[in-house]
């Protein structure tokens, strides 16, 4: 037995060495270029597989490729936009394909809601951005990949601090109650737009490098799919996924970047803090100038610094037997400016597509992962820098109990500004945050019914977040407790589940020259949060929450193409949540559409510059539901606080208390008229939407006074008003240079939206001031009133002297009432608004051979900027009870000696260009092994020229209040492809 089995070992390798020997003979390399017909350009990626295996390659940046291969063989050469060929090897080792445009494919496809569409077969405002396009640089998050990349859309991020989030606009807010966020949407799973306690970005778990597209979606005929949560657009993110048939490939892609501050805050030194002591003996006794040292402190430069950043990405594609698949991870460590602070994040993503019973059955299969360790330090130590006194040092050797820093409290003054480096750098504020988002689609062709199909989507989101933020006892009371410094814990989850099953049938009805595409289903989602804290010292130290809401829907849509010029779209959805009760749990949100191909016609068939002409006219009607809280139209109760508890048994105990609520709570429903015009010249080398729209809001929430003891308050947050936006978009892309061995590409986008409130109240009141906001120091500043911008700033109308100076304390006395002007809201007016009129963006991209550069850019025009860094700013406030402040150097301008808040002259014009970022890039020949290397080197907030005096001009909201400043990154990238 033991020979036999050695003969056959013997045998089994003669056979394998014979096999071996004669397919080697047979296989020889053979190397070629491919380009296209039309025009004669390398094509790059290329897919060429040897047919009925998955041995192949793909074509470098210039086309080419190299393949071992047996004569006789036939390879496919595949790639998006063109028809595939097959050529069968012969003698020759040399071979060049040409690969024809496909007139089908050639048509941008376009994501949309349950489903996708030919972009000259779009009947709404829709714009696709794709990968290429995206912006570039040290870049965390996906909104940021958009900003100014689509005409209608403002993204503004909360400032620089690793990992941050953004404010996403689509046309201007539709509510001021309710979210204005538009309808997040990833591998189609619609996601809720908060975050878990510790996180600061409920986008962050999708890694920027995995995102393949991002498609908006803008007027109601696009939006009405989606219903009670489209009110405000709707943001499509489709990922990067395997094709079918392509070999595998590794990415790998590695960033370091170098993060500076861009500017500080222009305060005065510790040499113009004396001075101005002693110059002013009027305010400052000389008991006060002993409270001056003699150092000279940049407290600004002690808080930031430079840092650097890594961005680590790893991706894994291809085919197995036919199933594509793709796998990617990425790890992210941002360092911020502000020091003791950084995002440190993990991320993982899995995708596997199979198709199976010959193509009837598409399984999409997708499961994304994060991890996130935050470090978020105390951001309260950049307003402490500024207000900080110059003279004193970081460090106080002299005095104990307070870690060797400096504190004013050591010297009796106990309300003085805390010692920012001490606030920074002793504070333990960190937090850890897990997600998981998987889903399984299911598309399958029913045998029986040509043209039908049925898909079911099943997803959850699991998130839960915990941290904690403390501080030693040597820290200020000012920032701690009395006895036991701050100890405060914190914990949350969320949960979104989702069950989509929707039919769609598609079939050509040739007798009339017509295509019906529709489609029904029905939609479930669950939402459930859940969370905690814990502060030690207080008298209620722990609280918890749970909350829930429900949304059931059934969803239709009908498209109708005539000719293949005429276009009709009809969408009706039925929404059912759980927010609202009775006749107003459910509602109904109708859109049309109408889009006439004119390109088409044949009195512009010979017309060849003109390549796409198509008319777009859209209707429709979308709500919102997302209003803050899961049962606005219950009672509910709540516990009281530590100071309102009552006594039971000897023992104080806390109360429940009613909440005021409205039973006829409904939706805010939001009416979108929309007209547009796309069209493409000269072969499509110039291509372009115009876009003009109307937008009105009604059942609008708002807070009104009502009688006292009707509904446990005097206030109730009910439907009572409406506003509106009207605007106009236009955007254009211009393939200026399309040649052999270069590529220009240029795209510009602007927009105007006016934005309108008009009606606050039930009942009209003449009277009614509108809605006040502003701080407890500031006063009010800003107001929301029938007839004007939501969010108007509202001060006084300042006095000037002839020389442009203002006058302290001297304002229009607007009401004719006189006495006290300064803060009367009475004698207040309207002074502009945060939100610009006008915004554009610009960005270009070039290639020439192997070397590429690209660049982003922004115009904002007319957005206006509170300055509560300056407001307030004073001499008599240098000194306080005990101890100095520093003031900003406008105080030299102004020369006040009592402060002022509510004057006009603090409210700026921020306009502002930015350059948002600068990438250049060089892409090597392939090495040996297969192996293509890339370098890049991007620069990301280039350049900022603007009028406005403070750091930074884009401000979201408006009131400019020590934000976490938005450094300037300098980015080396190095990546290989294998």
């Given at each position: 037995m033991r020979i036999i089995r050695k003969n056959l070992k013997v045998v089994l390798f003669l056979v394998?060495?014979?096999?071996?020997?004669?397919?080697?003979?047979?296989?020889?390399?053979?190397?070629?270029?491919?380009?296209?017909?039309?025009?004669?350009?390398?094509?790059?990626?290329?897919?060429?597989?040897?047919?009925?295996?998955?041995?192949?390659?793909?074509?470098?940046?210039?086309?080419?490729?190299?393949?071992?291969?047996?004569?006789?063989?036939?390879?496919?050469?595949?790639?998006?936009?063109?028809?595939?060929?097959?050529?069968?090897?012969?003698?020759?080792?040399?071979?060049?394909?040409?690969?024809?445009?496909?007139?089908?494919?050639?048509?941008?496809?376009?994501?949309?809601?349950?489903?996708?569409?030919?972009?000259?077969?779009?009947?709404?405002?829709?714009?696709?951005?794709?990968?290429?396009?995206?912006?570039?640089?040290?870049?965390?998050?996906?909104?940021?990949?958009?900003?100014?990349?689509?005409?209608?859309?403002?993204?503004?991020?909360?400032?620089?601090?690793?990992?941050?989030?953004?404010?996403?606009?689509?046309?201007?807010?539709?509510?001021?109650?309710?979210?204005?966020?538009?309808?997040?949407?990833?591998?189609?799973?619609?996601?809720?737009?908060?975050?878990?306690?510790?996180?600061?970005?409920?986008?962050?778990?999708?890694?920027?490098?995995?995102?393949?597209?991002?498609?908006?979606?803008?007027?109601?005929?696009?939006?009405?799919?989606?219903?009670?949560?489209?009110?405000?657009?709707?943001?499509?993110?489709?990922?990067?996924?395997?094709?079918?048939?392509?070999?595998?490939?590794?990415?790998?892609?590695?960033?370091?970047?170098?993060?500076?501050?861009?500017?500080?805050?222009?305060?005065?030194?510790?040499?113009?803090?004396?001075?101005?002591?002693?110059?002013?003996?009027?305010?400052?006794?000389?008991?006060?100038?002993?409270?001056?040292?003699?150092?000279?402190?940049?407290?600004?430069?002690?808080?930031?610094?430079?840092?650097?950043?890594?961005?680590?990405?790893?991706?894994?594609?291809?085919?197995?037997?036919?199933?594509?698949?793709?796998a990617s991870v990425g790890y992210t460590n941002q360092n911020g400016i502000l020091k003791n602070t950084y995002m440190r994040r993990l991320t993982g993503s899995l995708s596997v597509n199979p198709t199976l019973f010959e193509g009837a059955l598409k399984v999409n299969l997708n499961v994304k992962g994060m991890t996130t360790d935050n470090n978020f330090g105390d951001s309260g130590a950049i307003g402490s820098a500024i207000s900080m006194d110059p003279t004193k040092p970081v460090y106080d050797a002299s005095k104990t109990g307070s870690a060797g820093y400096f504190q004013w409290e050591n010297y009796g003054a106990n309300l003085g500004t805390p010692n920012p480096v001490e606030q920074l750098m002793e504070v333990d504020n960190k937090s850890d945050v897990n997600r998981i988002v998987a889903n399984a689609q299911f598309d399958y062709k029913i045998p029986f019914i040509e043209g039908l199909n049925a898909n079911l989507n099943i997803a959850t989101d699991q998130s839960k977040g915990d941290g904690y933020n403390n501080r030693p006892i040597t820290s200020p009371s000012t920032l701690t407790g009395e006895t036991v410094g701050m100890v405060s814990t914190f914990w949350s989850e969320n949960s979104n589940d989702l069950l989509d099953f929707y039919l769609n049938y598609k079939t050509d009805i040739e007798r009339i020259n017509s295509v019906l595409d529709a489609t029904a289903g029905y939609s479930w989602q669950h939402f459930q949060r859940e969370g905690g804290n814990y502060r030690e010292g207080i008298s209620q130290p722990e609280s918890s929450y749970i909350s829930e809401n429900y949304l059931v829907s059934f969803f239709g849509?009908?498209?109708?193409?005539?000719?293949?010029?005429?276009?009709?779209?009809?969408?009706?959805?039925n929404d059912g949540s759980s927010r609202f009760q009775g006749d107003n749990q459910w509602g109904l949100f109708p859109s049309a559409a109408f889009a006439w191909k004119i390109k088409n016609e044949s009195f512009l068939q010979d017309a060849d510059f003109l390549s796409n002409l198509k008319l777009r006219l859209g209707w429709g009607v979308t709500g919102q539901q997302d209003i803050g809280n899961d049962y606005p139209a219950q009672a509910t109760y709540v516990s009281s606080s530590g100071g309102s508890w009552y006594p039971i048994n000897g023992e104080f105990q806390p109360t429940l208390r009613p909440n005021a609520y409205d039973p006829?709570?409904?939706?805010?429903?939001?009416?979108?008229?929309?007209?547009?015009?796309?069209?493409?010249?000269?072969?499509?080398?110039?291509?372009?939407?115009?876009?003009?729209?109307?937008?009105?809001?009604?059942?609008?929430?708002?807070?009104?006074?009502?009688?006292?003891?009707?509904?446990?308050?005097?206030?109730?947050?009910?439907?009572?008003?409406?506003?509106?936006?009207?605007?106009?978009?236009?955007?254009?892309?211009?393939?200026?240079?399309?040649?052999?061995?270069?590529?220009?590409n240029i795209g510009f986008n602007i927009s105007y939206n006016d934005n309108k409130i008009t009606k606050l109240l039930l009942n009209d009141d003449p009277d009614y001031i509108g809605i006040l906001y502003g701080g407890a120091m500031t006063g009010v500043n800003q107001v929301t009133r029938v007839g004007y911008p939501a969010y108007s700033f509202f001060v006084n109308q300042q006095v000037y002297y002839p020389n442009g100076k203002p006058i302290e304390g001297m304002y229009v006395d607007l009401s004719g009432e006189g006495g006290t002007v300064n803060g009367d809201n009475n004698d207040k007016y309207i002074y502009h608004n945060p939100v610009a009129d006008v915004l554009m963006g610009l960005s270009a991209s070039f290639n020439y051979k192997n070397f590429d550069a690209s660049f982003s850019s922004r115009i904002s025009l007319g957005n206006y900027v509170y300055d509560g860094v300056t407001a307030g700013s004073s001499y008599d406030q240098m000194y306080q009870i005990g101890y100095w402040k520093n003031m900003p150097r406008t105080l030299n301008e102004t020369q006040f000696v009592k402060r002022q808040f509510t004057s006009d002259y603090l409210v700026s014009n921020a306009s502002f260009f930015k350059l948002d970022n600068v990438s250049v890039g060089y892409t090597f020949n392939e090495l040996k092994g297969k192996l293509i290397p890339r370098l890049s080197f991007t620069v990301q907030n280039a350049v900022t020229i603007t009028k406005y005096d403070g750091l930074d001009p884009e401000v979201s909201g408006g009131i400019d209040n020590n934000f976490y400043p938005r450094p300037r990154t300098f980015m080396l990238g190095i990546g290989f492809t294998y």
């Open positions: 394998a060495m014979l096999s071996f020997t004669l397919g080697y003979a047979q296989v020889k390399t053979v190397t070629g270029t491919v380009s296209d017909a039309g025009n004669g350009e390398p094509l790059p990626g290329v897919t060429i597989v040897v047919k009925g295996t998955t041995q192949g390659t793909i074509t470098d940046f210039d086309g080419n490729f190299s393949l071992n291969v047996e004569e006789g063989q036939t390879i496919v050469l595949s790639y998006i936009g063109y028809t595939p060929q097959e050529v069968v090897i012969s003698a020759s080792n040399l071979l060049n394909v040409k690969l024809e445009q496909s007139t089908e494919n050639l048509d941008e496809v376009v994501v949309i809601g349950y489903g996708q569409v030919k972009k000259e077969d779009a009947t709404g405002s829709v714009t696709a951005v794709r990968a290429d396009d995206f912006n570039k640089g040290n870049i965390t998050s996906p909104q940021d990949l958009l900003v100014g990349k689509a005409s209608g859309v403002v993204i503004t991020s909360s400032g620089g601090a690793p990992g941050a989030g953004s404010t996403i606009r689509i046309r201007g807010g539709s509510s001021l109650n309710a979210s204005n966020d538009p309808l997040i949407i990833i591998d189609g799973i619609p996601i809720a737009n908060d975050d878990v306690s510790g996180g600061n970005n409920f986008m962050s778990f999708v890694n920027p490098n995995d995102i393949e597209s991002m498609t908006v979606l803008k007027d109601a005929s696009a939006t009405a799919i989606y219903g009670s949560r489209a009110s405000n657009g709707v943001i499509i993110i489709t990922t990067k996924k395997g094709q079918a048939g392509r070999p595998m490939q590794i990415n790998v892609d590695v960033k370091t970047s170098v993060s500076t501050p861009i500017k500080y805050v222009d305060v005065y030194s510790g040499d113009e803090i004396r001075q101005i002591a002693q110059s002013k003996p009027e305010l400052y006794s000389p008991e006060t100038y002993d409270l001056l040292w003699n150092a000279n402190t940049n407290w600004q430069e002690e808080i930031f610094r430079t840092s650097i950043s890594q961005d680590n990405n790893v991706s894994i594609s291809g085919s197995v037997k036919n199933i594509p698949y793709r849509r009908v498209n109708y193409t005539l000719a293949e010029k005429y276009l009709l779209t009809f969408t009706l959805r006829d709570i409904k939706w805010e429903e939001t009416t979108t008229q929309n007209i547009g015009l796309d069209f493409g010249f000269m072969k499509d080398r110039i291509t372009g939407a115009i876009d003009v729209y109307k937008r009105v809001t009604d059942d609008l929430l708002n807070t009104v006074t009502i009688p006292t003891g009707s509904n446990f308050s005097n206030t109730l947050l009910t439907n009572v008003g409406s506003l509106e936006n009207k605007g106009v978009e236009l955007s254009i892309d211009w393939r200026a240079i399309s040649r052999e061995d270069m590529f220009l």
